[in-house]
């Protein structure tokens, strides 16, 4: 199993930056996948990015251009950079992870979450 922790969150105004980490430990000997999803309150879970082992990289249509997703294997770790912050990103945003050569964007196919990291993007 691989445990997952998110930090680097905060409150920022709008057309700010943002740098979020996720640290992984336990079972990270095995290659895999890792994305970020968020959650508004009363909404979905919904996918943000997500890069593979190898990094290639899968975004939202509603951060491209914004948001890079990439990834250090050496220190187990993936980072999420958001810059020109908009208010309707402003979420709890979770990483996940998932063993293999694939990276999805469905949340479902992810069995390791995060405890969340809030975001919040003032107007």
């Known amino acids: 199993q691989v445990q997952l922790v998110e930090s680097g969150g905060g409150l920022v105004q709008t057309g700010g930056s943002l740098r979020l980490s996720c640290a992984a430990s336990?079972?990270?000997?095995?290659?895999?996948?890792m994305g970020w999803f968020r959650q508004a309150p009363g909404k979905e879970r919904r996918f943000v990015a997500s890069?593979?082992?190898?990094?290639?990289?899968y975004y939202a249509d509603s951060v491209k251009g914004r948001f890079t997703i990439s990834r250090d294997n050496a220190k187990n770790t993936v980072y999420l950079q958001m810059n020109s912050l908009k208010p309707e990103d402003t979420a709890v945003y979770y990483c996940?992870?998932?063993?293999?050569?694939?990276?999805?964007?469905?949340?479902?196919?992810?069995?390791?979450w995060g405890q969340g990291t809030q975001v919040t993007v003032s107007s």
């Open positions: 890069i593979n082992w190898s990094r290639s990289t």
């Open positions: 336990g079972r990270t000997d095995s290659r895999y996948a």
């Open positions: 996940a992870a998932e063993y293999g050569l694939s990276a999805w964007t469905q949340a479902e196919r992810y069995d390791y």
